[in-house]
């Protein structure tokens, strides 16, 4: 962790001061750590949510996603595609469909007779 970082007393934001110049943005910064654990961990929780090969990919190049960008520019496209689609092989996709049904026709009222 970097010497520069300070880091305060945990605080809940509605407890913390607004200042002007923390606008409360979220901020990534890269900190230490095993990048293949990382990257296993976020391809099998894209895999969760449906996400395939290409559309993880695709993601990937958008330079506002800086982990799974980072992860793409470490790799190169070809290596990052091989890897997205080994761990996916492994874990699988949850896709999940919903049907609605259309609404029921006229009602009709059912009377049991008792006959003694």
Same mark, same amino acid.
């Given at each position: ?12 934001? *509605?407890?913390?001061?607004? *200042? ?30 449906? $996400? ?18 980072? *992860? $793409? ?14 761990? *996916? ?28």
């Amino acid at each position: 962790m970097s010497a520069d970082l300070h880091i305060g007393p945990k605080t809940h934001p *509605l407890d913390r001061e607004m *200042l002007p110049e923390d606008p409360l943005e979220l901020h990534g910064f890269e900190v230490p750590g095993d990048v293949e654990v990382m990257f296993r961990i976020l391809m099998e929780e894209f895999a969760r949510m449906g $996400w395939d090969c290409a559309e993880i990919v695709e993601l990937a190049r958008n330079p506002f996603y800086q982990a799974l960008h980072g *992860l $793409w520019r470490l790799h190169g496209e070809a290596e990052f595609r091989r890897r997205v689609a080994q761990i *996916l092989a492994r874990v699988g996709v949850i896709r999940v469909r919903e049907f609605i049904a259309p609404p029921p026709g006229e009602l009709l009222q059912i009377e049991a007779s008792s006959s003694t």
